[in-house]
Structure formats: structure tokens, C-alpha cells
């Protein structure tokens, strides 16, 4: 499974990559295969305020629905919305087109998990 080293992770499996003030934030390849087909997202919404490690949206597949958390602090700025269109993305290009949301950062992104970190959590869970 790939874990892209230029990304931080955290435990409820989103990952964030940061470009100056802005975070994009999706779920990873891990966590898109343990849902199985993903027929729905609900990103939080553009202008709204997220907070790391709470709840700001939900992912629905046939399996589940899961909550989706943010893990960063700021206001979403966009929302990908062919995700939202065609959530199948999510799964198939969970690091790509699948990214979910973007936060303007009201602060340096704090408790994110190293990808040698987050491969040793998933091979505790997998």
C-alpha cells in the first residue's frame, strides 16, 4: 500500500499536505480500501470552521458510514467537488483527484503522524 512521504497522516487515517497557509486534506489508500466502494461524501462546507480531531464530515460505502475528521485547525476554503459528484475517486485516487477539502490554516498543522509512523499504525490494524 503507498504511503507518499510528503504527506503527514493521522491515526483516524486523513491525510494533510501543506502549501504555504493551505492544507488539503483526503483519506488514505488505507482507508479508502477498508471502506470498499464509497458511494457518498460529505465534506464540511466552504467558509465553515474545522478543528483537528473533530468530526467535520462523513464517508458512506456499502460497508459503512465513517465520520470524517479534520486534521487540521482553520476555515475550508474549497471543496472538491467531483469528488462529492462521483465519490469512486476517493478510492481510486485517494492522493490525487480524491483530495476532500482545503483549510486555510489558523495554525502549523500539530500531532501528525510521520509516514514511517502511519505504515507501522496500518500494519497494526491491517
Known amino acids: 500500500m503507498s504511503v507518499p512521504a510528503e504527506l503527514g497522516y493521522t491515526k483516524e487515517h486523513e491525510w494533510v499536505a501543506v502549501n ?16 470498499g466502494d464509497i458511494v ?5 462546507e466552504v467558509g465553515s470552521t474545522v478543528t483537528a480531531g473533530d468530526s467535520c464530515g462523513e464517508i458512506e460505502s456499502h460497508k459503512s458510514v465513517s465520520e470524517l475528521y479534520s486534521p487540521v485547525n482553520g476555515e475550508v476554503v474549497d471543496v ?47
Request: zero cysteines.
Open 80 to 126: 472538491n467537488q467531483a469528488a462529492v459528484d462521483d465519490p469512486e475517486l476517493i478510492g481510486s485516487d485517494p492522493y490525487g483527484r480524491g483530495w476532500l477539502f482545503k483549510v486555510e490554516l489558523a495554525e502549523d498543522p500539530a500531532d501528525l503522524l510521520s509516514p514511517e509512523q502511519y505504515t507501522q499504525l496500518t500494519e497494526g490494524e491491517g
Open 40 to 44: 457518498y461524501v460529505e465534506p464540511p
Open 20 to 35: 504555504e497557509d493551505i492544507a488539503t486534506v483526503g483519506i488514505t489508500a488505507f482507508a479508502a480500501e477498508a471502506l
